[in-house]
């Protein structure tokens, strides 16, 4: 086999286009036979194979910095670079990222999580080049949905008008996770369609260039130049980018390695910014029956020759599933709300909702920042907007929170999927802040249900509620399975419920920690503590009667959040108990201030004592510092 020689991009230079070929058949079926054992991003990644070999048999890596956007194209890349032979870790605890890490390779120029990065991060390393006299190619491969991005354009914007040194490779696969949308992607479907104008264009272009070598001479030469110009405005779509000054190649064929390896030596002989537009297929090659691309997205473990998943047992079923099926069945009741996704239906349970109400349903592409606003502008005409993105992804629109929903106090909810820990995605997936950066917004309600039939509640709450709210669950089964909707009312707002009384220390919990709170209790009891817990639902605004009650009542009280301790729940309620009950002690137990790991979910909550243990052997450390603190009882002279 060709690929166990490969240990580095260099090993694929002298080999044949056959050999090239049949390399990129070997990562192919590499790719699917890991996978298949460790689940992850897989569609992406079987649709740039061949343009991958390609990428490093034409140029110099790591020399050459090539940044990938939307990292879950880079399984071809980890192969070919030296990783091979740690594939089979991939997403596992202690294996390789799923994604792309500087710290990982050094051939992973920049880190790669989210979409939309590569032109910035490739623009601004091209500058540094330029800066310091060095001299290197610089290769953006922006695909998979990442031009259905905002940032994009503004580098596109800001490359072009530079002039610098730059390639941009734009995978187009018509794909991110679910079909693209919008005018931009009808753009590319027309640059596909349009054979007749390249073959126009390129007819002209050889005349041109045949007249020029004959007759000669500078005004001719102009004369060409315009001429070809003109040729490109009536016949090329790709004029947006030559527009935005970038010389535009292509389409080219992505799974052709020798078209691509001839447009990349091309290229290269030229300078300033350039664009190659390959066609790829994503999934190619996978041997899935169902013709659905969006299970191509990201599979958990499946059959290698059949694609179909594995047999797992039903348990329980996921928040997201429960919350597409109760936003459903709510818009059934009130026709006045409509749901926003950002190129997440599968992901966010959105797709339950579109197929039963298809015209109240709004797939923006891979831009938070514009369905925020969009939901603003809906919420000004009276139409009530449900906006749900993976806490991490809305970290993007924070400003647009704040200026266009926030200080207008429009009523936008904001539905947070993949909320705490998030399992094998790893570090740039964590939903770790969003409590944090929820809570600092003004007139934002923030909340988090213990379980299925609350978060129902709490979407009867947000809906009636004339203002900005978020919601935030995990990407983990619910605990137990919710009542039909119609027989949950919402949520009283701003209230709290006690799930177990007690005298000796509170444990106020968050969410999915009022589970591991309630074990940690049971523990307590056998120590011989008496352990109120308490569903803390709301965290802002926070239930004030029964707090003050709390106080008065208990010397400690302990705060449990799946999020980072800096700046969430616990340190607002230990400033506001601070000024109401100074002589009470608040400690906050949470996630700690680092980034984590690829793993299993339940393993990272483990690993911060976010356990019904780990809340146990907390309290009883601190249960003795209290004892400790406490002077002992004088005794009678």
Avoid at 191 to 204: D, K, N, T, Y
């Amino acid at each position: 086999m060709i690929l166990e020689t490969i240990r580095s991009p260099n090993d694929t230079k002298d080999l044949s286009s056959d050999e090239l070929q049949q390399l990129a058949d070997e990562v192919r079926q590499r790719l699917i036979d890991v996978v298949s054992q460790t689940g992850g991003h897989i569609g992406a990644g079987l649709g740039v194979v061949e343009l991958t070999v390609a990428l490093c048999a034409a140029f110099d890596s790591p020399h050459d910095k090539i940044v990938w956007d939307v990292g879950h194209q880079g399984y071809p890349w980890k192969i070919l670079t030296g990783r091979n032979d740690r594939l089979d870790t991939l997403r596992q605890q202690g294996g390789l990222s799923g994604f792309l890490r500087r710290d990982e390779s050094e051939h992973d120029t920049f880190g790669a999580g989210h979409a939309g990065t590569a032109l910035s991060a490739a623009l601004g390393m091209a500058t540094a080049r330029d800066l310091k006299g060095e001299d290197f190619e610089v290769i953006a491969i922006v695909g998979d949905g990442a031009m259905t991005c905002g940032l994009p354009y503004e580098a596109l914007n800001n490359a072009g008008d530079s002039s610098r040194d730059i390639i941009v490779v734009l995978n187009d696969n018509g794909m991110s996770i679910a079909p693209n949308v919008g005018a931009i992607s009808k753009y590319f479907g027309s640059i596909v369609a349009s054979p007749f104008g390249l073959r126009m264009r390129e007819r002209v272009k050889h005349v041109i260039e045949r007249a020029s070598h004959v007759i000669g001479g500078r005004k001719l030469v102009a004369f060409a130049k315009n001429v070809e110009e003109s040729i490109k405005n009536l016949w090329s779509p790709g004029m947006l980018f030559e527009e935005l000054g970038f010389r535009y190649f292509g389409p080219i064929d992505g799974h052709n390695i020798g078209a691509m390896l001839h447009t990349f030596d091309s290229v290269k002989t030229l300078k300033g910014p350039r664009v190659v537009h390959v066609i790829t297929e994503k999934g190619k090659g996978f041997p899935l029956p169902e013709p659905d691309l969006e299970k191509y997205h990201a599979r958990a473990p499946y059959d290698p020759k059949t694609g179909r998943l594995k047999p797992v047992n039903p348990g329980l079923p996921q928040w997201t599933k429960v919350f597409g099926d109760a936003l459903t069945q709510l818009a059934a009741e009130d026709p006045n709300f409509v749901t926003i996704t950002a190129a997440m239906p599968s992901g966010t349970g959105t797709n339950i909702f579109e197929k039963k109400w298809p015209n109240r349903f709004f797939d923006v592409g891979i831009a938070e920042a514009h369905a925020t606003t969009f939901a603003a502008g809906l919420a000004t005409q009276g139409v009530r907007p449900v906006v749900a993105i993976y806490s991490t992804f809305l970290q993007r629109a924070y400003d647009s929170i704040i200026h266009d929903v926030a200080i207008q106090k429009l009523p936008v909810i904001f539905c947070m999927d993949r909320a705490g820990m998030v399992g094998e995605d790893g570090q740039t997936h964590m939903g770790l802040y969003d409590i944090a950066y929820m809570l600092a917004v003004p007139h934002m309600t923030v909340t988090a249900p213990r379980d299925g039939a609350e978060l129902i509640g709490l979407l009867r709450c947000a809906l009636a509620h004339d203002g900005p709210f978020s919601l935030r669950y995990p990407r983990d089964r619910a605990p137990g399975e919710p009542p039909p909707v119609a027989e949950v009312p919402p949520v009283p707002y701003g209230t709290w419920e006690p799930l177990r009384k007690g005298k000796d220390c509170a444990i106020l919990a968050v969410g999915v920690m009022c589970k591991p709170a309630l074990d940690a209790a049971e523990l307590l009891g056998a120590d011989g503590l008496d352990v109120t817990v308490v569903n803390a639902r709301f965290l802002k605004p926070m239930d004030r009667e029964m707090l003050e009650g709390l106080s008065q009542n208990h010397k400690l009280l302990v705060t449990v959040e799946d999020g980072t301790v800096i700046n969430g729940f616990g340190a607002a309620l230990a400033a506001l108990v601070q000024t109401t009950a100074p002589d009470v002690r608040v400690v906050a137990l949470g996630v700690p201030d680092r980034t984590y790991e690829h793993a299993p979910r339940a393993r990272q909550l483990a690993d911060v004592g976010l356990t019904g243990e780990g809340i146990a052997a907390r309290i009883r450390a601190l249960s003795a510092e209290e004892s400790l603190a406490t002077p002992p009882p004088q005794q009678p002279r």
